[in-house]
């Protein structure tokens, strides 16, 4: 982790990515479509690689409950602000994508996801005509107590194959992996697909949240458009 955010400090390394994610984001946006792959192509080993699963009470009474307790706030610049729980979650039309996951450090795993289509959910929530970004609020925090969170601009958001994702591998998420909600991008490199969710705003703009970058990694130098 201490590496990661020392190369992303590089300021050649970081013009070098900025000209390449400049050319992938023109040529390839984010309307094209993540490769899919079949059942016997999904990693048998998929690596545990974020901040530790979040170990304190409040998530401890969620697991407790099964996540019987478990709201998704989706609220913001939205009509219709929403606490869902996972079973109206599940009584939304279901998707499924076996997709890989790229992450950032080199390594990549494949893995069958099903969930709703964020859009599904947005459009539940009717974001308002000032709505340009949606902030994802995460239950885990560093050792510094910093909260990861992520965010996408509403294009991104409503692309087919964003997924809040409550199953994987056919099984609910398990905690390690982001239970009971994470979200699955699987156009962007792998710090976009946020675990462990509890939230998501819809804002104008995330400058005056955290860091100001839109996300945990991007306040430590990555970029916020992270296209693969
Ligand atoms: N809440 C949360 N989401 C996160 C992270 C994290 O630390 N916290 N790490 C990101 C990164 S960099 C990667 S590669 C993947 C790792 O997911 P995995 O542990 O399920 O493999 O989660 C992403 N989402
Ligand atoms: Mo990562």
């Not at 998420?173 to 009971?180: F, T, V």
């Amino acid at each position: 982790m201490k590496r990661r955010a020392f190369i992303a400090r590089n300021p050649a390394f970081n013009r070098l990515l900025s000209s390449v994610e400049l050319v992938n984001h023109a040529l390839i946006g984010t309307r094209g479509l993540a490769q899919t792959y079949t059942m016997s192509e999904i990693s048998p080993v998929f690596p545990i690689e974020s901040l530790p699963t979040p170990a304190d009470a409040k998530y401890r009474d969620l697991v407790a409950s099964h996540f019987g307790n478990y709201r998704l706030i989706v609220d913001g610049a939205v009509e219709q602000p929403a606490a869902l729980s996972l079973a109206q979650l599940h009584s939304m039309r279901q998707i499924s994508e076996i997709t890989r996951h790229d992450c950032v450090d080199g390594w990549s795993a494949i893995a069958k996801w099903s969930g709703v289509r964020l859009a599904d959910v947005l459009a539940l929530a009717r974001p308002r005509r000032d709505a340009r970004y949606v902030v994802f609020y995460c239950m885990d925090t560093d050792e510094r107590g910093t909260p990861y969170y992520e965010s996408l601009d509403c294009h991104q958001a409503n692309h087919p194959q964003v997924l809040l994702a409550l199953r994987m591998n056919g099984v609910p998420i398990p905690n390690d992996y982001g239970a009971p909600v994470r979200l699955r991008v699987p156009t962007q490199l792998g710090y976009k697909s946020a675990k462990w969710i509890e939230r998501a705003e819809v804002v104008g703009s995330f400058a005056h949240l955290y860091g100001g970058d839109g996300g945990y990694w991007e306040d430590q130098g990555y970029q916020w458009y992270a296209g693969i």
